[in-house]
């Protein structure tokens, strides 16, 4: 038998590029504060105009970051 790859290393199929691009704007989306940087608000310019970044995959990664927080302040 082959020694196969532990599952830790197998990539995550939904770690797709609108996946990572709608992570960047719930971020932006979360903290606005951070469009006041020249570097986030051109990101933010490119991102509204990219059609695969969906307000649904954003709102699924708003939830994600707001569960994370959740969780961490039951821990705390």
């Known amino acids: 038998m082959e020694n196969q ?4 290393m197998m990539p ?3 770690y797709t590029g ?12 979360l903290y606005p504060e951070l469009l006041q940087r ?5 990101i933010a310019a490119a991102l509204v ?3 695969s970044v969906t307000n649904r995959l954003i709102g699924q990664a708003v ?3 707001k569960g994370k927080l959740h969780q ?5």
């Open 12 to 14: 995550r199929s939904y």
């Open 63 to 65: 939830a994600h970051f």
């Open 38 to 42: 020249p570097r986030y608000a051109r």
């Open 5 to 8: 790859a532990p599952s830790r």
């Open 18 to 29: 609108p996946w990572r691009k709608a992570r960047i704007c719930a971020r932006l989306v």
């Open 72 to 76: 961490r302040n039951l821990t705390a």
């Open 49 to 51: 105009s990219d059609a």
